[in-house]
């Protein structure tokens, strides 16, 4: 009985405890509004200009965390090198980038600029040989391969890139456009 009589009262207690006798209080301050994106996506543009030398092994790098960019493994990373310079049908100056890996002949030799990333950072570098095969003294290359290069870097949110399918990623102004990056918004 004397268990009885102790389930009892803890299953009063139990049941009494569980009303609902709270008040809401007021709603809190709205916060700051968020970065704007398209569909809530948003892209980063960065560009990165350099020189390929013996001192940084013909590789220009670039560490997101020291712009202040957080980049997800499952984030794309797209890298155009600026190929010329040119005019629009305005006859305003436009840069012309081509998509990487980017392979130029010159004489007898094969040089290639390519590109590897991680979530963390990104790595244009050289890479060539020549006609017979033997790797590519970069050195010797024309300084318009090495010298004074520009490249822009496109991070490209994963979602973003899978709901757009027909998207041609080899053309770097589209993907601006649909990303809603201006040339303003580029980090310098």
Same mark, same amino acid.
């Given at each position: 009985?004397?268990?009885?009589?102790?389930?009892?009262?803890?299953?009063?207690?139990?049941?009494?405890?569980?009303?609902?006798?709270?008040?809401?209080?007021?709603?809190?301050?709205?916060?700051?509004?968020?970065?704007?994106?398209?569909?809530? +996506?948003?892209? %980063?543009?960065? @560009?990165?200009?350099?020189?390929?030398?013996?001192? &940084? #092994?013909?590789?220009?790098? !670039?560490? $997101?965390?020291?712009?202040?960019?957080?980049?997800?493994?499952?984030?794309?990373?797209?890298?155009?090198?600026?190929?010329?310079?040119?005019?629009?049908?305005?006859?305003?100056?436009?840069?012309?980038?081509?998509?990487?890996?980017?392979?130029?002949?010159?004489?007898?030799?094969?040089?290639?600029?390519? +590109?590897?990333? %991680?979530?963390? @950072?990104?790595?244009?570098?050289?890479?060539?040989? &020549? #006609?017979?095969?033997?790797? !590519?003294? $970069?050195?010797?290359?024309?300084?318009?391969?090495?010298?004074?290069?520009?490249?822009?870097?496109?991070?490209?949110?994963?979602?973003?890139?899978?709901?757009?399918?027909?998207?041609?990623?080899?053309?770097?102004?589209?993907?601006?456009?649909?990303?809603?990056?201006?040339?303003?918004?580029?980090?310098?």
């Amino acid at each position: 009985m004397k268990k009885i009589s102790t389930f009892l009262i803890c299953a009063t207690l139990a049941l009494t405890s569980c009303t609902n006798d709270s008040v809401q209080g007021p709603p809190g301050p709205h916060g700051p509004e968020g970065p704007s994106g398209v569909n809530g +996506f948003i892209g %980063t543009a960065i @560009d990165l200009t350099g020189n390929f030398t013996a001192d &940084n #092994s013909y590789a220009l790098s !670039l560490f $997101f965390a020291d712009e202040g960019i957080e980049v997800f493994e499952s984030d794309a990373v797209l890298v155009y090198v600026k190929a010329a310079d040119g005019e629009d049908s305005n006859g305003n100056s436009v840069e012309i980038y081509r998509p990487l890996p980017q392979i130029y002949f010159q004489e007898n030799k094969t040089v290639q600029y390519n +590109f590897d990333f %991680t979530y963390e @950072d990104v790595f244009v570098f050289l890479d060539g040989v &020549n #006609s017979d095969g033997t790797l !590519l003294d $970069f050195a010797a290359l024309h300084p318009s391969f090495r010298l004074d290069q520009k490249f822009r870097i496109i991070i490209l949110p994963a979602a973003f890139a899978q709901t757009r399918q027909q998207l041609d990623l080899t053309n770097m102004n589209a993907v601006m456009k649909e990303l809603n990056i201006n040339e303003s918004d580029v980090i310098q």
